[in-house]
T-cell receptor
Framework: GAGVSQSPSNKVTEKGKDVELRCDPI?????LYWYRQSLGQGLEFLIY????????KSGLPSDRFSAERTGGSVSTLTIQRTQQEDSAVYLC?????????????FGPGTRLTVT | GNSVTQMEGPVTLSEEAFLTINCTYT??????LFWYVQYPGEGLQLLLK?????DKGSIKGFEATYRKETTSFHLEKGSVQVSDSAVYFC??????????FGPGTRLSVLP
């Protein structure tokens, strides 16, 4: 079946512009995660959606970052007034809360470059 | 809160050498444990997993055993190949909670 998809795959933007990154999770997965991976670094948790519960936003680095999940499916991560330090690969993952081992399935990521 | 600690990399080995990547965790309950791998230029993918104490996850020669007494989930492979060069992430998840990832360990295997 279809996996997690993300768009765009690459995004180059000028400092100060807003960007939107999209994630389509695996159908039926109730949990959705956003992570950031800077060059040579590990995964930095950003935000977590689980069903209809309030999202866990504890990882968002500043109020320039926000995310929505519409209809319990597609999610959009928005970065306002981008800065050069926002350059990274943004990864989305989904998980079935009812799955036996709750593993995450990752999308290919969106590489964001802020110039 | 929960946390995952991995050995610092990079780890450089010759082909056919034995591999160990240490992973220890801190959790309040009984988490499931995972190893994810990220090959160059690719996304993360699940390598193996274990859900309870003494479970052993294994695939393609990689193994990891869930050791509750030492809160560890070390990754091992008896004979590495050049194609195993990647970044390896240890992770945990408790029911109803978020995933927690370690910082990753970069492995380079030389021919």
């Amino acid at each position: 079946g279809a996996g997690v998809s993300q768009s765009p795959s690459n995004k180059v933007t000028e400092k100060g512009k807003d960007v939107e990154l999209r994630c389509d999770p695996i159908s039926g997965h109730t949990a959705l995660y956003w992570y950031r991976q800077s060059l040579g670094q590990g995964l930095e948790f950003l935000i977590y959606f689980q069903g209809n519960s309030a999202p866990d936003k504890s990882g968002l680095p500043s109020d320039r970052f926000s995310a929505e999940r519409t209809g319990g499916s597609v999610s959009t991560l928005t970065i306002q007034r981008t800065q050069q330090e926002d350059s990274a690969v943004y990864l989305c993952a989904s998980s079935s809360a009812t799955g036996e081992l709750y593993e995450q399935y990752f999308g290919p990521g969106t590489r964001l470059t802020v110039t | 809160g929960n946390s995952v600690t991995q050995m610092e990399g990079p780890v450089t080995l010759s082909e056919e050498a034995f591999l160990t990547i240490n992973c220890t965790y801190t959790a309040t309950g009984y988490p499931s444990l995972f190893w994810y791998v990220q090959y160059p230029g690719e996304g993360l993918q699940l390598l193996l997993k274990a859900t309870k104490a003494d479970d052993k996850g294994s695939i393609k020669g990689f193994e990891a055993t869930y050791r509750k007494e030492t809160t560890s989930f070390h990754l091992e492979k008896g004979s590495v190949q050049v194609s195993d060069s990647a970044v390896y992430f240890c992770a945990l998840r408790e029911r109803g909670q978020n995933f927690v990832f370690g910082p990753g360990t970069r492995l380079s295997v030389l021919p």
